[in-house]
């Protein structure tokens, strides 16, 4: 009896709910609206990734461009440097050259008193009593002054000879005569100076030598042979 009962009510709801219809916001129609909204979304990512990439891309080779500017502006900063570091090289080379030719060194002899008062020609005569000698340019025992600097000098001799004496001299620079005189006095004791002035070359010798015949020169404390040699322009 019971089984019966059970069967006939079940019986009876289905035929009741047989006729109606399912709901729109059914379990079917909210999963539909879901996956619509899923592939929605996933359209949406789609385009965001490819826009994503896009500017990924361009942030890319902007920062490409930049590093190659920045090589570039590296390697000609280097450049710059290193030019720089030549041009200020070349001006203190040029600073040191003008300080060099600026600078004049003093060079400066003078000596008196010859080694015999009589000169024998073909001979050099050596000045022994040497007053001044900044340079250390000149020697008393050769009679020999070396230029130590390329320059203009002034040299300046002065010789005293015996009456009835002839006095054949010359500058000699290196083995080349610069110069030629004669001294000569028939009654008293005469002395006479010369000057020039003489391109020499560093390194260059330059002597006073006798010509032609030997000679007597007079040497006292009032009569003075000299000879000497001043350095007034460098280069």
């Not at 490409?64 to 030019?83: C, G």
């Not at 022994?128 to 600097?149: H, M, Q, R, S, W």
């Amino acid at each position: 009896m019971y089984v019966f009962t059970l069967t006939l009510f079940v019986t009876l709801v289905i035929q009741q709910t047989s006729g109606f219809k399912e709901p729109e916001c059914s379990r079917y129609h909210y999963e539909e609206q879901i996956l619509e909204r899923v592939v929605r979304m996933g359209m949406e990512f789609k385009y965001q990734k490819k826009d994503v990439t896009n500017i990924l891309e361009t942030v890319a080779a902007k920062l490409d461009a930049f590093s190659k500017e920045l090589q570039v502006l590296k390697r000609e900063n280097e450049e710059l440097k290193s030019s720089l570091r030549d041009e200020v090289q070349i001006s203190i080379s040029d600073l040191e050259k003008v300080k060099e030719k600026s600078f004049l060194p003093i060079v400066f002899f003078n000596s008196k008193n010859v080694a015999d008062t009589t000169v024998k020609a073909g001979h050099t005569i050596v000045f022994t009593e040497t007053l001044v000698n900044d340079g250390n340019a000149y020697d008393n025992t050769t009679g020999i002054f070396t230029a130590p600097e390329d320059g203009i000098y002034l040299v300046s001799l002065h010789m005293c000879v015996k009456n009835k004496q002839n006095l054949y001299y010359g500058l000699v620079i290196d083995g080349k005569e610069s110069l030629r005189g004669e001294m000569y006095e028939y009654r008293a004791v005469t002395c006479n100076s010369v000057q020039q002035l003489l391109t020499i070359k560093a390194g260059n010798r330059v002597w006073i030598q006798v010509y032609v015949k030997d000679a007597v020169l007079l040497q006292s404390a009032i009569h003075w042979n000299m000879f000497s040699a001043f350095l007034l322009n460098k280069g």
